[in-house]
């Protein structure tokens, strides 16, 4: 047989959604993979009936559906303040995964360099490689997961070709800060990089602090590429309805690109989205109030149970501090506590370049019953991790 590609001969399948196959084996609490346990807003879902009577049930125009588009693009206008052209600065895609890819592949050659922060969201690695692009990787140091500007000047310097974004981050739940942003909006513009956003919980943001959008900082406008998704903001994982915002040459290509990926997305789950879109600010409001609800709620529990763990500024992730149980494995370790105390997690060294598996990543966008539940049983793993003699983890 031939040789298969060199590219992918080292990938392993995604280690979050394994997590969520062996919590769904062993019926344990999923914390691991982040899709919530609670209905999307009726709104959306009474608009999706009626789109299933209705239609359209055919293709959209390739780049998205031109209400779609609209609704984005009016959207961004209120919270940025940036006047967005739907037909030339947008395309939907199949999800922020897809919109990460196709930008990637759109402005990266062979060879290219790539910065990334570390943590990191796994596809970013992945989707580097994926387009013959090589990663360099910047620490986010913790606990409060600052970085060097030395460092990110030497990854520019090194010829980084662009630098990948998530903010408010997944996995550690940082918010950049206005100085943060603009130190790497400096460096971008100095060595002439784009800069990549995923912002995916833009709406997920804990007071004091606030998200802040790179397009907006001065000279940001044409260098920013920004992927995005409807999943988290609305609850809607499973639609897999995401966009790119960027200056129209670029979007000329990622549209190129996104249509020998997908085609397009899927058009009645468009037109039942675009009620959502359309949502005034009591929504958002209502959303980070919920969000800190739930936040508090797992986090004080936490507390209680004497863990050490990261304080999240945005997004839902937790980083649990397991180095008092002499891990040395964290995927193994993961896999105990599915099977032993029964609930999920995330390994953290699948999420930093750096030699740390200390931290396992849990999610609270859950419903209160889940989230009491699971730290009921979390209550139990200090006891049967200490007790624990032969496990491969230690």
Same mark, same amino acid.
């Given at each position: 047989m031939q040789r298969l590609s060199d590219r992918t001969e080292k990938f392993t399948d995604s280690v979050i959604r394994r997590m969520t196959r062996i919590s769904d084996e062993y019926d344990a609490i999923n914390l691991s993979q982040g899709f919530p346990d609670f209905e999307p807003p009726q709104d959306i879902t009474k608009r999706l009936a009626e789109v299933a009577a209705e239609g359209p049930h055919q293709y959209a125009v390739t780049w998205?559906?031109?209400?779609?588009?609209?609704? /984005?693009?009016?959207? +961004?206008?209120?919270? *940025?303040?940036?006047?967005?052209?739907? =037909?030339?600065?947008?395309?939907?895609?199949?999800?922020?995964?897809?919109?990460?890819?196709?930008?990637? #592949?759109?402005?990266? =050659? @062979?060879? &290219?360099?790539?910065? /990334? %922060?570390?943590?990191?969201?796994? =596809?970013? $690695?992945? &989707?580097?490689?994926?387009?013959?692009?090589?990663?360099?990787?910047?620490?986010?140091?913790? @606990?409060?997961? *600052?970085?060097?500007?030395? /460092?990110?000047?030497?990854?520019?310097?090194?010829?980084?070709?662009?630098?990948?974004?998530? =903010?408010?981050?997944?996995?550690? $739940?940082?918010? %950049?800060?206005? &100085?943060?942003?603009?130190?790497?909006?400096?460096?971008?513009?100095? +060595?002439?990089?784009?800069?990549?956003? &995923?912002?995916?919980?833009? !709406?997920?943001?804990?007071?004091?602090?606030? !998200?802040?959008? #790179?397009?907006?900082? @001065?000279?940001?406008?044409?260098?920013?590429i920004m992927c995005n998704s409807l999943s988290k903001t609305y609850s809607i994982t499973g639609w897999r309805l995401g966009y790119v915002i960027a200056n129209p040459e670029i979007i000329d290509r990622v549209r190129k690109v996104h249509d020998f990926l997908t085609v397009g997305a899927a058009a009645p789950l468009m037109e039942a989205a675009v009620t959502g879109l359309e949502f005034d600010d009591s929504y958002y409001e209502e959303l980070a109030a919920h969000y800190m609800h739930m936040k508090n709620l797992f986090i004080g529990g936490l507390e209680k149970l004497g863990f050490k763990y990261t304080d999240p500024q945005g997004a839902y992730y937790v980083l649990l501090d397991v180095s008092e149980f002499g891990v040395k494995d964290d995927n193994s370790f993961c896999e105990w506590m599915i099977k032993n105390v029964g609930v999920a997690a995330v390994p953290g060294s699948s999420f930093f370049k750096e030699n740390i598996n200390n931290y396992i990543r849990l999610h609270f966008a859950k419903q209160d019953d889940t989230l009491n539940e699971a730290l009921k049983r979390l209550a139990t793993l200090r006891e049967k991790a200490n007790a624990a003699t032969d496990v491969d983890w230690k």
């Open positions: 998205g559906a031109p209400n779609f588009r609209e609704a /984005v693009a009016k959207k +961004y206008e209120h919270f *940025t303040g940036m006047s967005i052209n739907p =037909n030339e600065e947008i395309v939907i895609t199949c999800g922020s995964t897809e919109a990460m890819m196709a930008t990637m #592949m759109s402005i990266t =050659n @062979p060879g &290219d360099k790539v910065a /990334v %922060f570390s943590p990191f969201y796994e =596809n970013y $690695g992945a &989707d580097a490689i994926l387009s013959g692009a090589e990663p360099i990787y910047i620490p986010l140091v913790p @606990p409060a997961f *600052t970085f060097d500007k030395a /460092v990110l000047e030497k990854a520019f310097a090194d010829g980084a070709k662009a630098l990948i974004l998530c =903010n408010p981050s997944n996995p550690c $739940g940082k918010v %950049f800060t206005y &100085d943060e942003l603009m130190t790497i909006a400096e460096l971008a513009i100095k +060595y002439d990089a784009y800069v990549v956003t &995923d912002e995916v919980y833009e !709406h997920i943001v804990y007071a004091p602090n606030k !998200h802040i959008y #790179m397009q907006t900082l @001065p000279g940001m406008r044409e260098r920013t």
